[in-house]
């Protein structure tokens, strides 16, 4: 079980110094379609984050590797990616970087594409059950490769007392390796940006309900022909 953050504000925080720790950031993917208040929530969120990563260095040490989904680069190759992205992690990154991390590849390009594609082909609403059936056991199979592949890379890439950062969606199902002491980053923004996406949702699924009722009501009934 990942660790709760205010633990380690206790005395006893030398005994986290030693063996191998993952800071864990939960990724909110960026959305610039969606309303500026949803940007402003976005960018709360990767400040705190900075922060809450500032007080853990400040008490356990320095940053030496850096993992990021959806990205099967490394260095500089790797935060060119996430620019491309417009992710809000990339200045939290960049400053590690700067100080010293190692921007390390977590994912297989190839395992990536094929979960994308699968993902895709299920996007489009196939008919056939059987069909359905055989896609969607392609999609979790190339699922549990990737999560076995991410698993084996932080077990071989984080060495003895070091300390990475890995930002990846929450329910992500990763097994961590069971010597790695894992501690959740958990903004007090991402509450509000759950909620906010929901209510959005919400909102825009009531606005299509109008709509096509509006629509309804405007066409001709047959015996109106």
């Known amino acids: 079980m ?24 939960p990724f909110i993917f960026p959305s610039p379609d969606l309303p500026q208040e949803f940007q402003e929530k976005y960018d ?16 356990l040490g320095q940053v030496n590797r850096i ?7 490394k260095g500089e190759e790797a935060a060119l990616t996430l620019s491309t992205m417009k992710a809000g992690s990339l200045r ?5 970087m700067e100080l010293g991390a190692t921007f390390e590849a977590v994912e297989n390009g190839d395992i990536l594409s094929e ?11 196939l008919q056939n059950k059987e069909v359905f059936s055989k896609v969607y056991g392609f999609y979790n199979e190339a699922g549990r ?17 070091e300390i990475a950062i890995l930002i990846m969606s929450e329910g992500h199902h990763i097994q961590f390796p069971s010597d790695i002491r ?16 929901r209510d959005y949702e919400e909102k825009a699924k009531q606005a299509e309900a109008r709509e096509s009722a509006s629509q309804s009501e405007g066409k001709p009934s047959e015996t109106n022909k």
């Not at 205010?6 to 005395?11: A, L, Q, S, Y």
């Not at 993992?67 to 680069?73: A, D, Q």
């Not at 939290?92 to 590690?96: E, N, V």
């Not at 490769?145 to 007392?161: G, P």
């Open 2 to 25: 990942p660790e709760e953050l205010g633990k380690i504000e206790k005395p006893s925080v030398e005994e986290f110094k030693a063996g191998r720790k993952l800071f864990f950031i």
């Open 44 to 59: 709360r969120y990767w400040e705190q984050a900075e922060s809450q990563i500032e007080n853990l260095v400040a008490k």
């Open 67 to 73: 993992f990021h989904e959806l990205v099967p680069e």
């Open 92 to 96: 939290l990154i960049r400053k590690r």
């Open 115 to 125: 979960i994308m594609d699968w993902g895709r082909c299920l996007s489009v609403g």
């Open 145 to 161: 490769k990737r999560q076995e592949y991410i698993s084996n890379q932080l077990n071989a890439t984080l060495k003895e007392n």
């Open 182 to 197: 894992v501690f959740y980053i958990s903004p007090p923004a991402l509450d509000d940006i759950k909620r906010w996406l």
